[in-house]
């Protein structure tokens, strides 16, 4: 019984002991993770900026110019009456349609249900 | 017996274990205990690590967000020389992976030194070559470079900064509190392979990123600029050349070049000279370009009637011990054919109506004796006396633009206060300072500086200068899409002996576009053409060309005065 009593706290001692070892284990395992994630992040964020780097200077006026020359490309202004100007309606401008398809105002105590539609949004656009 | 000795074994075992154990238990107070805080800082400094943060520095952008210079990572090389073992190998692989001088790299690694820089801010490609060497002693630090997309554009301006992204000339100096940022640190725990341990952080401090910079520079405003100038630099192999863009109604700069110039990312291949911002460190005698101010005071104080007439005595005119000149002889003329033909004699004789006192009034009101302001560093003062000083023969020269001194920004200046209903704005290059999600940290708003003259004497000013276009010496500055008013200007310049060369020339432009309501403003420069040397012949082209292809950019639409005669 004693023996018993020794060999349970013992294990109690060795387990808490273990866990504690444990969760150190983690820790830095855990640590090695973030590091490894924080050098992705790093190398991409890296790439990033090189390839806007890279755009930037691919699109560098100075640079288009000269490899236009290079490839013999003449461009020149359009004179007057070649440009030909088209009156367009914005794509993202409201359709006046759908005042009547279900989304068009409402009136008295339906107006309080008009947060369910996308009415409000549309207000907010329109102004 | 036997009982007795297992006896006495036992007790020796159990007597051998208890001292050892004591032994150990003294060896484990003593030091724990007793040499605790000894070792426990060796332990720190081997474990624990504090790390500089570096921030990142701002970007600087144009007026339309597009990059003009921006931070890139680089790998720098160091080296532990206490740690290499065979430095006659090192010294072979390093000097050939990375280029170095071997005599270099050998002084180097000969040093008795914990740490040496190799080479800093070597190439990705040279990074991985040396890095598959695995050489013991040599290691690798991440840092930034600055680099430059458009390479010499824009180079007076935005200037450079040193190997430790310090800024050291134009905005990258005069702005280096706001794109450098702030260091941060942290302080954490390392394993035996110098790893970082991010759980057992103990202190840490963000770094905080520079500012970015937003410009009033229009990049490709700046391109048409730069190639239109060089073409005419190379083309009467100048000494130098300068052009400065403005727009008249707020003072932003949308394009300043100097010729010559250089690579902002290989600052160490560049010349002395093309360092110079010309724009505003270079002040020469303007010639005919400041004709602009005798006009607009002249008109403006109803001096002169733009019909009244002037004799031109054919081209020479002696006053005194002194004989002007002007460089094709005219007869009689009207102030407006005086001004739009560059009579210096009619001029003279204009300004001669006005009286010093007022020539002075207007010089000083105009901005030519005190700096612009723009935010560029260097920007020189001129050496003009106030009209106290001047001398019997003063009204005979500085009404033509000789004996005074200007700088092209203030040229640029000038010409804006006809451009802009009479008014001086301050020059300015950045319009805004942002942090790294677009806030706002700190705006430059346009500064209106004074009125100089009144809205109805820019407006006859405009149309006179057109008519210098259109059918004086500015005749090679007329665009045929749109309306351009401008003054042409050759100035002699003044030898080491304080005479007037005969072969050296600055000739210049100023003037602006279109008549009726101004986009832009321009001062064109060139320092010594050959052998063509006529403001008219040299600079006024250029603007042409800037003017036609900059106004199509900015979708301005032509806008003509209504020319009462």
């Known amino acids: ?127 | 017996m036997h009982s007795g000795t297992f006896r006495a074994r036992q007790i020796f075992v159990f007597l051998f274990f208890l001292l050892s154990l004591t032994i150990l238990l003294i060896r484990l107070f003593y030091l724990q205990g007793i040499k605790h805080s000894f070792y426990y800082k060796i332990a720190n400094e081997e474990h624990i690590v504090s790390v500089e943060l570096q921030p990142k520095r701002g970007t600087i952008f144009d007026r339309n967000m597009r990059v003009l210079a921006v931070n890139l990572n680089r790998i720098s090389v160091y080296a532990n020389p206490r740690e290499i073992k065979d430095k006659t190998k090192a010294v072979k692989i390093i000097s050939t992976v990375l280029g170095v001088n071997a005599d270099f790299v050998t002084k180097r690694l000969s040093r008795n030194k914990g740490f040496v820089w190799i080479k800093r801010k070597v190439t990705n490609k040279e990074a991985a070559a040396l890095k598959k060497f695995n050489l013991a002693g040599v290691g690798f630090i991440d840092e930034s470079k600055r680099f430059y997309p458009n390479a010499a554009s824009a180079c007076h301006l935005i200037g450079s900064v040193n190997i430790d992204n310090k800024g050291q000339e134009g905005l990258e100096a005069l702005y280096d509190e706001y794109l450098k940022g702030q260091e941060g640190f942290l302080v954490s725990t390392q394993d035996a392979k110098r790893k970082l341990l991010h759980s057992y952080r103990e202190d840490f401090l963000a770094p905080k990123n520079g500012y970015n910079l937003v410009l009033t520079i229009d990049e490709v405003i700046q391109n048409i600029a730069e190639r239109e100038l060089y073409k005419m630099y190379s083309k009467y192999k100048a000494k130098g050349a300068t052009i400065v863009v403005m727009d008249p109604k707020n003072g932003d700069i949308l394009a300043l070049a100097n010729f010559p110039n250089f690579d902002l990312n290989n600052p160490a291949k560049r010349q002395a000279d093309s360092v110079r911002n010309r724009a505003i460190n270079d002040f020469f005698e303007p010639g005919s370009v400041f004709k602009v101010v005798t006009a607009s005071a002249i008109l403006n104080e109803n001096a002169v009637g733009l019909n009244d007439k002037f004799d031109c005595e054919n081209g020479a005119w002696k006053v005194g011990k002194r004989t002007l000149h002007d460089h094709r002889p005219h007869g009689i003329m009207t102030f407006r054919e005086v001004i739009e033909m560059s009579s210096n004699i009619g001029t003279v004789k204009a300004a001669g109506i006005l009286g010093s006192e007022k020539m002075g009034k207007y010089m000083k009101l105009f901005g030519f004796y005190e700096r612009t302001g723009i935010d560029l560093p260097g920007e020189v003062l001129g050496m003009n006396r106030p009209s106290s000083r001047w001398t019997s023969t003063s009204m005979l020269a500085i009404p033509m633009g000789q004996e005074v001194t200007a700088t092209a920004i203030q040229l640029a200046s000038a010409i804006s206060v006809i451009a802009d209903n009479g008014f001086l704005v301050r020059p300015r290059i950045v319009k805004r300072i942002e942090n790294e999600s677009g806030e706002v940290i700190k705006e430059f708003q346009p500064q209106v500086k004074r009125k100089v003259i009144s809205p109805t004497t820019a407006y006859r000013m405009r149309v006179l200068l057109m008519g210098a276009v259109e059918s004086g010496t500015g005749k090679k500055a007329k665009v045929e899409d749109f309306s351009t008013g401008g003054k042409t200007g050759t100035a002699q310049k003044v030898e080491p002996h304080g005479v007037y060369s005969h072969d050296k020339f600055m000739a210049s432009f100023i003037g602006f576009a279109p008549v009726g309501k101004p986009a832009i403003a321009m001062a064109v420069c060139v320092d010594e053409p050959h052998p063509v040397y006529f403001g008219g012949d040299v600079s006024a082209p250029v603007f042409k060309n800037v003017v036609n292809e900059s106004l199509k950019y900015l979708n301005i639409k032509d806008t003509r005065p209504v020319v009462v005669k």
């Open chain 1, 1 to 127: 019984m004693r023996l018993f009593k020794y060999i349970m706290i013992l294990g109690m001692v060795t387990l808490t002991a273990l866990v504690y070892v444990h969760q150190q284990v983690e820790l830095v395992k855990l640590s090695y993770e973030i590091d490894c994630k924080e050098k992705k992040l790093k190398e991409i964020l890296d790439r990033k900026g090189v390839l806007r780097y890279n755009i930037s200077n691919l699109e560098s006026p100075s640079r288009l110019e000269r490899v236009l020359l290079e490839r013999k490309v003449s461009v020149f202004y359009p004179k007057k009456g070649q440009i030909i100007r088209l009156a367009r309606k914005p794509s993202y401008a409201p359709n006046p349609s759908l005042r009547v398809s279900g989304l068009g105002e409402r009136a008295g105590i339906f107006k309080l249900f008009d947060f369910l539609s996308g009415r409000p949004e549309i207000n907010a656009r329109e102004k």
